[in-house]
């Protein structure tokens, strides 16, 4: 800095310029304030108190869910609340709560006169609107809206809840979509959540929230001292509201019922359907089940109470939270991996069983106490004889029955697009160190070979098992939903297990031996006339009482298009209990018309407003 | 200076909470911006304690790390209404805009305080305005115009404190005066007119007069422009502040609510605590940007005056300091602090008052805003330690 220099102005002179400047415009400043609050303060004190603009909320509807045919499974529905908007403190024309207001207010929404008024002096102090009744029918909001007039602050405003006209049907795949609460509110505050907005708690209505979920816009009115619209304000580009995208599942609503009501009259269990084809989910159910639009309307404590702490909780979605020994199911599993390494081959005869098989010191049984006899790989497996699946066991080694369990995506999720779903588990040699802190035994392989033991998987792992084993072993991702409306490049994601090499005989023997399950061994209560079908059953036992139940299966054997898994808790026996609910089912799906039909992604348009408004 | 900047963040803090007890999605945030302002006190300690010449070594590092971080919002930026203006840090974000203006300060300090300045040769005085467009046009990309305006703000007010002639100053602010111009009366032979007047009453080197032709002839080229590349909701802010009767109830929203407001708080004002706009939630951005409406409305025109004087005290102290500041570098570092502080606060008010555009600038040590408070804080503390050692040269 040179303040010498000639050509410069001296220090002072600019000093004096930039503070004149400063000064100038604090003055200014003044000017403007003077002008707003002294000398218009008339105008503006009664813009305040009469004119009022108010943003209000364009809910952006929820997107709809369909079946891979187009058959609506959830959608909005308009719900009249009775509201109460507080005017300015200082208008002239605030409402005085009369005796006589609360007790027409009351009378109209069916509340006791004290509740009202401290609802009605909260609005007031707050400046919030307040909810005086949620719900009501529509002949409240229609007497409501026809005495507003006299009724200053009263109004009924529409807010969607959601609907799902099936009700409890495949309550646990759609799950369901509530009024947001508060403590969700403040851990999505970021993501623009407002009180009353819905949100997707469970299921699809969960995983999917970000796309089934609009974006809400706002309008702004101008409303006179009675609440009363004058008129609505032009909005700008930015606040028209976006409405979420529909989405298409691969559910299939026939197949659907068909599983709903053959599992009717089950206390504890699951099923699950796959399509072999793709992985998409045909049907899932849970039982017990629930009905979503309970959940919609809002539940009371008490009901929340017996339906999360009821011993059966209905909420667990039993076809991806729960895990069950697979029980015999599991010998799949075993004999792919025994003609895999080549341990056994289709017509490898082992030591005949007796009913009893005694290894390390200890006697392991048959289930058939009389024994099966001297059989081959596929009558083993026909027959399901734990005394030849014991034997292979042994020849097999635990790694090579964990890595073909793991091929099949075993004990571990799916990657159902489904939220939290349990992996299962398939113990490997590091899971028993870490467990016991020793090697394993090898009693515990021969449990494991039948399906026993610590082994644990999902339904719908059973489900996609039977389906990657109609298919020779390639890996299916299993997905539900099929595609979002609006958005083109939506596409399942990948399998993420590797799937199952093996050579041709070796699935030619499966299929053989397991149709032979179905056909004459101890699946037959899945027989359907016509229809070639391949399965296996599977008795769990388990400590807390009878055993479950388990059948899993698919068909047409030749040219797959169904695959399914039944888990029936604490019922008894798979070829009893679980085996003739799956026929039950492919009776009803392969009865009428084929499923062999490609999969509709096109739904019939449906247009996005609130339905019934 | 320190009791009135001290005064304002009282008042900011009471307002705060005032706009931020209504129920809603603020609701309570006074308590954070509380932990911040004790935070802020502490920056402000710290930067008056270290000796300025540290930050005239640190200048030009400093300088290049707010440029990186500036790029970096443009590539990961959150994004607010459509601007990506925050670089998000766990649990802090904040605006790389703040660092780069005081960084900015300090690299023209800098220059600006060599031995041989002669703010007429083109070397002199290119140097300094490129350094300063960068900041300003990563900041203009972000979009966050209002901020942006500050760094030529700042330039101009050093440049003159700098030495620079007051003609020519104007001739180098001649693209500036082009592009305004430009917007008052639509074309662009005004200028042209104004530009040879000027010119033969600076005679400039020839070789500053052709950049200036150039950068004249550049904006002439760019400006019709530039207007298609703002963005909607910028092109709207300025139309509707140019006529917001054009559109009263869309984007002239913000202006009339926060006009209603302080013009029904009147002389006395409602009352702490006591505004209704604010209470009915009227008033949009109520405890950020449009902080000062509610202390139109809840403290009247005393209060609002009080808020005048005392920045007026604040920035009229902070210019006496730079005059009497002995080195040169703290006293062009003050001139350029104070500038923007300025700056800020003129745009801020005005727009409360419906005198200015809608920027979304905070007003400093008022508006909620952690980041902003910090950095508004350092900025005091900066002049306080100049304060200190103004004896030194």
């Not at chain 1, 298409?248 to 072999?276: F, I, K, N, Y």
């Not at chain 1, 084993?469 to 991702?477: E, K, Q």
């Amino acid at each position: 800095m040179s303040p010498s220099s000639p050509a410069n102005r001296s220090r002072d002179q600019r000093f004096a310029l930039l503070a004149a400047l400063a000064l100038c415009g604090f003055l200014l400043i003044v000017a403007g304030l003077m002008r707003l609050q002294i000398g218009q303060h008339d105008y503006y004190q009664r813009l305040a108190q009469e004119n009022r603009v108010r943003p209000e909320v364009l809910r952006a509807p929820r997107g709809a869910i369909f079946d891979r045919t187009g058959l609506l499974l959830a959608d909005n529905y308009p719900s009249f609340n009775i509201v109460f908007r507080p005017t300015p403190a200082e208008s002239a024309q605030r409402m005085p709560v009369t005796s006589g207001w609360l007790a027409r207010v009351g009378q109209l929404v069916e509340g006791d006169t004290t509740r009202l008024k401290t609802l009605v002096a909260v609005a007031n102090a707050s400046g919030q609107t307040a909810v005086l009744r949620r719900g009501s029918p529509f002949a409240v909001a229609a007497a409501v809206e026809e005495s507003r007039s006299d009724l200053p602050g009263v109004e009924v405003m529409i807010e969607p809840i959601r609907h799902y006209p099936h009700g409890e049907l495949a309550s646990h795949l759609l799950g369901y979509a509530g009024e947001i609460g508060d403590q969700e509110l403040e851990e999505r505050a970021d993501q623009g959540y407002r009180p009353g907005d819905l949100v997707g708690r469970t299921g699809v209505e969960r995983s999917y929230e970000e796309v089934l979920r609009g974006r809400d816009g706002a309008e702004f009115v101008v409303v006179n001292a009675w609440g009363r619209r004058v008129a609505t304000l032009r909005e700008g580009p930015p606040l028209k509201p976006v409405p979420g995208h529909d989405l298409v599942l691969t559910l299939d609503l026939r197949v659907q019922q068909a599983m709903e009501e053959v599992m009717a009259g089950v206390d504890r269990g699951a099923a699950v359907a796959v399509d072999p084809r793709d992985g998409g989910i045909l049907a899932m159910v849970s039982r017990p089940a629930f009905d979503p639009n309970e959940f919609a309307r809002g539940l009371s404590v008490d009901r929340w109470n017996e339906l999360a702490q009821g011993g059966s909780n209905p909420l667990l979605n039993r076809a991806i939270q729960g895990a069950y020994p697979p029980g015999s199911t599991f010998k799949i599993v075993t004999m792919l991996a025994a003609l895999r390494a080549g341990v056994a081959t289709p017509a490898t005869r082992l030591k005949p069983c007796s009913g009893s098989y005694a290894f390390g010191g200890r006697v392991f049984g048959c289930w058939k106490r009389e024994g099966h006899g001297s059989l081959d790989f596929v009558e083993a497996i026909q027959h399901s004889c734990d005394v030849y699946f014991y034997q292979i066991g042994t020849r097999l080694g635990l790694p090579r029955l964990e890595a073909t369990a793991h091929a099949f995506g075993l004990g571990d999720r799916t990657g159902v697009d489904l939220p939290q779903e349990r992996k299962g588990l398939v113990p490997g040699e590091a899971w028993y160190q870490r467990r016991w802190g020793s090697h394993m035994r090898k009693g515990l392989l021969l449990n494991l070979a039948i399906g026993q033991g610590e082994l644990l998987v999902t339904p719908l792992q059973l489900a996609l098992l039977a389906a990657e084993v109609s298919r020779d072993g390639r890996p299916l991702r299993a997905h539900v939903v099929q595609a979002v409306r609006g958005v083109d490049d939506f596409r399942p994601g990948r399998p993420s297990q590797p799937g199952v090499d093996a050579d041709e005989t070796a699935w030619e023997a499966l299929h053989r031996g397991l149709e032979l399950v179905v056909s004459a061994g101890t699946g037959t209560a899945a027989r359907v006339p016509g229809l070639a079908v391949a399965g296996k059953t599977g008795t769990a036992q388990n400590p807390h009482g009878k055993d479950h139940a388990l059948f899993v299966c698919y068909a047409p054997v030749e040219k797959p298009t169904l695959a399914m898994a039944f888990v029936i808790e604490n019922s008894g026996h798979g070829g009893s209990v679980a085996a003739p609910l799956a026929g039950a089912v492919l009776r009803r799906v392969f009865g009428a018309d084929s499923l062999a039909r490609p999969p509709v992604v096109q739904a019939p348009d449906t247009s996005k407003v609130i339905r019934g408004d | 200076m320190a009791i009135a900047a001290l005064g304002l963040l009282v008042i900011g803090l009471l307002m705060v909470f005032s706009a931020t007890t209504v129920p809603g999605a603020h609701q309570g945030l006074w308590v954070r911006q509380l932990l911040w302002l004790g935070f802020a006190l502490c920056a402000a300690w710290v930067a008056a304690a270290i000796h300025y010449r540290a930050y005239e070594s640190l200048a030009y590092p400093l300088y290049l790390l707010s440029l990186v971080l500036l790029a970096a919002v443009l590539v990961v930026g959150t994004s607010a209404m459509g601007a990506k203006r925050w670089l998000d840090l766990g649990p802090l974000r904040f605006q790389p805009s703040e660092i780069a203006k005081i960084a900015t300060v300090f690299v023209l300090a800098r220059r600006f305080d060599a031995p041989r300045l002669d703010l007429t040769r083109l070397r002199h005085w290119l140097v300094p305005l490129l350094i300063t467009s960068i900041p300003f046009a990563l900041v203009a990309k972000e979009p966050d115009l209002g901020t942006s305006l500050a760094f030529p703000v700042i330039l101009i007010a050093m440049y003159y404190w700098a030495g620079m002639p007051l003609g020519q100053l104007a001739l180098g602010l001649s693209p500036m005066l082009n592009v305004l111009l430009f917007f008052l009366t639509g074309s662009l032979w005004w200028f042209g007119a104004l530009f040879v007047g000027l010119v033969a009453a600076v005679r400039p080197k020839l070789s500053s007069l052709l950049v200036v032709l150039a950068l004249n002839g550049a904006v002439a080229y760019t400006m019709p422009h530039l207007w298609e590349h703002l963005h909607d909701y910028q092109k709207r802010r300025i139309q509707t502040f140019l006529n917001p009767g054009q559109d009263p109830y869309g984007a002239g929203y913000q202006l009339i609510q926060s006009k209603i407001a302080v013009g029904s708080g009147g002389f006395v004002g409602k009352g702490f605590l006591r505004g209704t706009q604010k209470a009915l939630a009227f008033l949009p951005m109520r405890h950020t940007d449009f902080i000062y409406s509610v202390v139109g409305e809840e403290l009247g025109f005393l209060g609002a005056l009080t808020v005048v004087i005392l920045y007026a005290i604040v920035v009229l102290r902070g210019f006496r300091l730079a005059l009497a500041a002995r080195n040169g570098f703290a006293s062009l570092m003050t001139v350029g602090l104070v500038s923007a502080l300025f700056y800020h606060i003129m745009v801020n008010i005005l727009m409360t008052i419906g005198w200015a555009p809608v920027t979304g600038l905070p007003l400093p040590l008022i508006s909620y805003g952690g980041t902003a408070l910090l950095v508004n804080c350092v900025q005091l503390g900066l002049l306080q330690n100049v304060a200190l050692r103004r004896q030194e040269y």
